[in-house]
């Protein structure tokens, strides 16, 4: 029972540690999220700007992870290269370290009673705030609260007596001289990272033992556990990313590459690298902890991997997208901003959730292409290939609909600041519209396959009609796409289009009223005028959604009149 306590005991600590420098993380980046994406948007012109943004952003938000998720975003979305990303990835490596230095400045022996209590003092209040970008800082100072408590608890001696049996019982096995062992413990590092699944929580661990003094547990085998953290952490996102679309995997692999490589380069001058790091730590700065030396390490590591790689950006570059080539119709199947391994916080998802609605209405704005292109179609094996596509389309849009909104659902499961409330549900509504865009594209299509089969025969008089209707629809769509691209509606585009969903109702009244006539002078057969009724019927709704899409895009609150 003792035994068991004591492992509950340090499992209880790592996840108070873990949850603090989450709601911490978490909290800063919903209170500045925009922010955060404009700075990482702007900043990424060449590859130095690129690393020092990267280190910025990690260091303010304490998760490289974020930070990655982000860059993914951005490339997906056009507005950053896979290249430009290379470089905000190796300066979100360097910035991940600012966590190890925090740990060594605050220390394991602390009261947790001078730092936490005020803390939660000071961050208790804005939870009750109504405004939500407030408790989100209220969240950060609650989530450094309980970080401070998480390494306190860390260092409980019934605790740390335990974790120093046990290594001490490993290191009875070892040399640490010997390059296996060195291996032995970058690989422990790994493994360990990989299971925790946080980088930052196996370098709190890491940092303590070494602190401890443990016989045997050398700067050497502390600081190849600091190598193994760092793959290991490249791993995990990996994983993650193996759902992702093409982007997503090729910038996890970046971030493999970049420590593989980093490992690979240090390996062979382990015992003069750390030598350096200790001169530099004891003698340069005269800092005699030995936490301070192994973040030095640890820093000094990235710094040097991020000094020697930053010229091979492009073959890097190459060779990711050499192992990761595009194929196909790699996305028809998938959604293609939205990583569902790589979910960010419910604030910086929006913007993936945004890039996402806007290629579902290019895609609705292509399938009423292939309609025209179907209604034009002359020969028989043409028609087949053509309605083939439509279907198809249709069942991307039906499972798009679904897996947006279900995507949705789970940012919303996070809390937000009202305006993202507001926008959520918009987005939704908007996305159902776009949904039903792609079933008045279908309908129009299996109208124009009847007319097919059944050889139905139409004069130029219906044509040219059509014509005037398809052009009127494609109008539309062309505005419904440039204001969800620009994620805002200004109030001459709004105008804009009521004028041209007038002119399709104007023009639907004007033909059905035409179409009654020319059926009683027998211009035409019944059945003739019955499906060129159905397709213009539906090219009106299609205008009705188009218009609820804008509508929609109005709720949001990104409205400017």
Not at 102 to 111: D, K, P, Q, R
Request: charged residues 15%.
């Amino acid at each position: 029972m003792n035994t068991l306590t004591h492992i509950l005991s340090l499992v209880g600590s790592l996840g108070l540690f873990l949850y603090g420098m989450k709601l911490m993380s978490e909290g800063l980046q919903k209170f500045a999220g925009e922010r955060l994406r404009q700075i990482l948007g702007g900043m990424t012109r060449n590859r130095i700007v690129g690393v020092v943004t990267g280190i910025v952003i990690t260091v303010l938000i304490q998760s490289s992870m974020a930070t990655t998720v982000m860059v993914v975003s951005f490339v997906n979305a056009g507005l950053m290269t896979l290249l430009q990303s290379i470089g905000v990835i190796m300066g979100a490596n360097i910035g991940t370290t600012a966590s190890a230095w925090l740990i060594s400045a605050i220390g394991f022996n602390i009261n947790i009673a001078a730092f936490a209590l005020p803390l939660m003092a000071i961050g208790m209040p804005f939870l009750y705030f109504g405004n939500s970008r407030y408790k989100s800082l209220g969240e950060f100072f609650l989530g450094f609260a309980f970080l401070f408590m998480g390494l306190s608890f860390l260092q409980d001696s019934s605790v740390a007596l335990h974790v120093d049996t046990a290594l001490a019982a490993l290191l009875a096995h070892v040399s640490s001289g010997n390059f296996w062992c060195i291996m032995l413990f970058v690989l422990i590092g790994a493994v360990i990272t990989m299971l925790l699944q946080s980088s930052v929580v196996a370098m709190a661990i890491t940092l303590m033992l070494y602190d401890m003094n443990i016989p045997g547990f050398s700067f050497e085998l502390a600081a190849a556990l600091v190598m193994g953290l760092n793959l290991g952490t490249t791993l995990t996102a990996n994983i993650a990313a193996l759902s992702g679309n093409t982007s997503a995997r090729r910038a996890a692999l970046v971030h493999f590459l970049f420590n593989f490589v980093g490992v690979v380069l240090v390996l062979p001058i382990f015992q003069p690298f750390i030598r350096a790091v200790q001169w530099c730590v004891t003698d340069m700065l005269g800092m005699t902890e030995n936490m301070f030396q192994l973040s030095m390490f640890h820093t000094a590591f990235n710094v040097l991997n991020t000094l020697v790689l930053i010229w091979f950006v492009k073959p890097i570059e190459k060779l990711v997208c050499w192992i990761i080539p595009n194929k196909d119709n790699e996305e028809e199947y998938r959604l293609k901003f939205i990583s569902k391994g790589l979910l960010s916080t419910s604030e910086l998802s929006i913007l993936q959730a945004w890039q996402e609605i806007e290629s579902f209405a290019e895609r609705t704005q292509r399938m009423f292409g292939m309609v025209k292109e179907l209604y034009a179609a002359d020969s028989n094996t043409d028609f087949v290939r053509i309605f083939s596509r439509i279907e198809k389309y249709e069942g991307i849009c039906d499972r798009m609909e679904i897996e947006i909104a279900e995507y949705l659902n789970k940012v919303a499961d996070g809390r937000l600041s009202d305006h993202s409330k507001q926008e959520l549900h918009a987005m939704l509504r908007i996305v159902s519209e776009l949904e039903s865009v792609g079933d008045a594209c279908y309908n129009m299509s299996r109208t124009i396959r009847h007319k097919h089969e059944t050889k139905q025969n139409y004069d130029g008089y219906i044509d040219t009609n059509l014509e005037a209707m398809f052009a009127l629809a494609d109008q539309a769509l062309e505005q419904m796409v440039k204001v969800v691209s620009l994620n805002y509606l200004a109030q001459n585009d709004f105008d804009v289009a009521m004028n041209i969903e007038h002119e399709i109702d104007n023009l639907r009244t004007e033909l059905k009223t035409e179409n009654s006539q020319n059926v009683s002078t027998k211009l035409y057969e019944y059945q003739i005028s019955v499906t060129y009724m159905d397709i213009i019927s539906e090219c009106e709704k299609l205008g009705d959604y188009v218009i609820n899409v804008e509508e929609a895009l109005q709720a949001t609150g990104n409205y400017r009149g």
